[in-house]
């Protein structure tokens, strides 16, 4: 299907690299084999704003300026990639940010609401319950604090993760696709972590449309496999709705893997860190405790466990998220 992009505003340094993890499959490989490791380095997409979050805001903004909006409003947890990233596309933009955020605030701000503060965006903070409880009261009480000042507001959901937002990874499908196409081969399995959704909604309905027998799956960072199957079907299916496009989404393959969430949302065990230091040490790359790190580290065990052993290549996504590693700093003690 030739897919018919809506406005976009080009701000992530495309294509990102596809690079192999050789030393990571060497550690990894059993006896009877196991794939090549590749990551997509999702991660590079830019310096402040990098990671999966910019591939989507690239649409969003597209559509904020379509709307003449001059005010983007998001919601996140006090270290969100997504309102980091949001933060600076809007100053790069002129435009005004207004975040909503999960949790309380106190002392010098560190990692992603560093960035925050620096790109001059304004932060709310709201108590866990509330902000689950009232998070659409919320966006409604800031879309009208703006209109009565004159501003019009775009509303982004959690993660940009919706029928919009899913474009990212529509053309990151593509991206990868062409990636991989000219190195010569054709994963069996792409990985990324899953935290909202759309990320893994945008590269399974990429993947499919494209054709491709490439596996996707997300390693879910909180929530349960339940969960994410639904919401990625409704992002897709919103997609759909918004887009008009005739395809059947039943026969869409939507895997998730819940078995490494661990402790909660944001909280890892010791072995996650490991893989953090691992990563690190052995390829030189960066992951985060919330995101990539829990799922690099999943990936990790099922490997050991030969679960990808019939396989020949494998991509992981990195999504980025490298600044909420630095609020995480007392859990690598073992280092020292
Ligand atoms: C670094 C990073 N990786 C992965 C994800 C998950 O992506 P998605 O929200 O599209 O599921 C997020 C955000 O939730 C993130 O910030």
Wanted: proline share 4%.
């Amino acid at each position: 299907m030739a897919l018919s992009y809506p406005a976009r505003i080009p701000l992530a340094q495309l294509p990102t690299p596809l690079q192999p993890l050789d030393r990571i499959t060497e550690k990894y490989s059993t006896p009877h084999g196991g794939p090549r490791i590749w990551v997509k380095r999702d991660d590079l997409t830019e310096s402040g704003m990098s990671g999966n979050k910019l591939r989507k805001l690239e649409f969003v903004a597209g559509a904020a300026r379509e709307q003449g909006c001059d005010t983007l409003i998001t919601c996140g947890g006090i270290q969100s990639n997504h309102c980091r990233t949001t933060a600076l596309v809007g100053a790069k933009l002129g435009m005004r940010v207004q975040l909503i955020l999960r949790g309380e605030h106190s002392g010098a701000a560190d990692g992603n609401l560093l960035l925050d503060e620096l790109a001059g965006a304004a932060a709310t903070f709201y108590p866990p319950r509330q902000y689950f409880e009232q998070l659409q009261e919320l966006f409604s009480h800031w879309e009208t604090f703006y209109a009565e000042r004159g501003h019009k507001s775009l509303c982004i959901p959690t993660g940009a993760s919706d029928g919009l937002g899913i474009w990212g990874y529509l053309a990151g499908a593509e991206e990868l696709h062409s990636d991989c196409t000219s190195v010569g081969f054709e994963p069996e399995h792409i990985i990324c972590a899953t935290g909202s959704g759309g990320t893994q909604a945008g590269l399974t309905l990429g993947m499919h449309l494209l054709g491709s027998s490439s596996r996707v799956t997300g390693f879910a960072v909180c929530d349960n496999a339940e969960y994410f199957k639904r919401k990625v079907r409704e992002d897709i299916h919103e997609w759909q709705q918004m887009t008009g496009a005739e395809f059947s989404g039943h026969d869409l393959d939507i895997s998730v893997n819940a078995d490494y969430i661990g402790p909660g949302y944001a909280i890892a065990d010791e072995p996650v860190y490991r893989a953090i230091a691992e990563a690190a040490s052995l390829e030189g790359l960066v992951l985060d405790p919330v995101y990539t790190g829990k799922a690099f580290y999943g990936l990790l065990q099922e490997l050991h466990k030969g679960s990808y052993q019939d396989c020949k290549n494998l991509v992981f996504v990195h999504t980025g998220g490298q600044f909420g590693l630095f609020p995480h700093r007392e859990n690598f003690s073992f280092l020292r």
